[in-house]
């Protein structure tokens, strides 16, 4: 009963969204422009990359593209459901908003997660997907439905550790109120989720794998369809940590909701 | 002249106001330099001692230097608040002071750069420190002298540039898409993500013909002495017609924009 509730509301938060971005179709389309043209760079820099070298370590051209698309992908779905919203969280402390939204009858953290819905991004993560198959292709890899599941599966994980840990460095917001600095550092976190984990050792490596683990984000897929992957280590290890991470990242949004004093009067 | 002063002192401090802002600015910023230095250093691992000319010292220190020409020249958020002022009426003001909006804008911009550096120096050098193996000094006096003069113009031309195209907030709404565009473009073409070289010779000759190797890719490379003799005066010579192009075009775009102008509100 709960959960057709939740539904319900999220159809209508769709709806909204929706008719919000269908208001601005000018902007609407040229997001996507600006979106895809930072892909196309990524995947320029692969292709001026493999004029100069074979391999990058273990990886060779295709592979690396195929990891650019799958980072590509995992950031636009997480950019799809979640990004705006959890930019707009520190808006929301520093303006007095989330009187309104504590008020309602839902869960908190749902409705502040969950609002807006980015459409474009929806076309974006179709970009990275195409590029992936090309990629797969020229590979000539034919995976099993149930690698393709699994691949799935995994950048659903990679979503999840890209919203729990965004999310908490939003929720900074609720002592410095102005958090978008600290938001806007987390893109620059995006730049590594697109490298192969081997260009990396010692305490970066085990930082980026472990403490902030957006390395494994789409390292991890990628070896699973590239047949790349060495051990399942590294696949319990991601799935282990996106547990993890959002367990950490609940307990944290409570612990600074109760530090929440509204801005008004 | 005086006024533009205190307009750099009042400029200086409120952006040390951010200083925080600024420094964890800096700081993130290292994550992604660092990534790539890793990122090439795998690529030299995996064999070759020469890659498009540049040995592995080399090809770290060109992203070292780039980071630096980025904190000295990039335009932060100048263009933002620009746009931001025509949009809101804040302009009205400068159309009945006697003062100029665009050398405004120009000692804001260069009080920006002022506190950024001061905030960015030290963790920078530390960053640069780590990595002094690397470094080298620069290929001759004349190059040091040549990268000087270059750096103030690669400055002019990105504000300059950002300027104009800040401008379109006369005629449009929302111009956020535009300027990440440019980004892109700059970031790409400019010699950000990777030394211009290394791109296939059409594209350079094709590049070679545009203002982009101009906002960072050109200094950089006087520095390295990859850029001497007749090149390089030509270059800069181009460069400079660059910027007086840029700075033609801010005008016009604000002359055009300023008989559109309609303010609202007090």
Known sequence: MNLKRYLLLYVALWKNSVTREMSFKGNFLLWIVVELLWFGLQLSFVGVLFRQTQVVGTWNQWQMVMLVG?????????????????????????????????????????IVSLRQVDLG????????????IYAAAKLQLHPGLLTVLGFGCLCFVGVLIHYSLMF?????????????????????????????????????????????????????????????????????????????????????????????????? | MRKYLYVINIGIQSNLTYRFNYLARTLFSFIPLFAMVSLWRTVYAGG??????????????????????????????DDWQIAADIREGNISQFLLKPVDYLTYRLCLFVSGRLAYVAMAALPLALFIFCFRSNVAPPASTEAMLAFLISLVLTALLQFFTSYAMAMLA????????????????????????????????????????????????FPVSIYLG?????????????????????YLLARFMWHRGIKKYAAFGG
């Not at chain 1, 991004?121 to 992936?132: D, E, Q, S």
């Not at chain 1, 992957?229 to 993890?244: R, T």
């Open chain 1, 168 to 265: 908490m460095l939003a929720a900074i917001g609720f002592w410095t109120v102005r958090a978008q600095g600290i938001v806007w550092g987390y893109y620059n976190l995006f730049n590594i989720a697109r490298m192969p984990d081997e260009a990396f050792h010692g305490v970066f490596k085990a930082m980026f794998t472990f403490a902030l683990p957006v390395l494994l984000v789409s390292n991890v897929p990628v070896c699973l369809l590239a047949d790349k992957l060495v051990s399942p280590a590294a696949l319990l290890s991601l799935l282990a940590l996106g547990l993890v991470w959002a367990a950490i990242s609940e307990w944290f949004w409570r612990f600074s909701l109760r530090h929440y004093t509204s801005a008004s009067s």
């Open chain 2, 48 to 77: 070759g001692q020469e890659h498009s000319g540049y040995d592995q010292a080399q090809i770290i220190f060109y992203y070292l230097l780039v980071a630096v020409v980025d904190v000295l020249t990039a335009v932060n958020e």
């Open chain 2, 170 to 217: 006369f005629w449009l709404l929302e111009i956020s898409t535009f300027i990440f565009i440019l980004f892109a473009f700059e970031y790409l073409a400019s010699g950000h993500l990777f030394p211009l070289d290394m791109l296939p010779p059409t594209l350079q000759h094709i590049l070679a013909f545009t203002p982009f190797p101009y906002q960072m890719y």
């Open chain 1, 70 to 110: 799958a980072s590509n992908f995992i950031q636009q779905v997480y950019q799809a459901f979640f990004l705006t919203n959890c930019t707009n969280l520190s808006e929301l402390i520093r303006t007095g908003k989330m009187d309104f939204l504590l008020l309602l009858p839902v869960n908190t953290r749902f």
């Open chain 1, 121 to 132: 991004a929806f076309i974006n993560a179709l970009f990275g997907l195409c590029v992936m």
């Open chain 2, 226 to 246: 990859r850029m001497t003799g007749p090149a390089l005066a030509g270059g800069l010579l181009i460069q400079l017609a660059w910027v007086a192009a840029a």
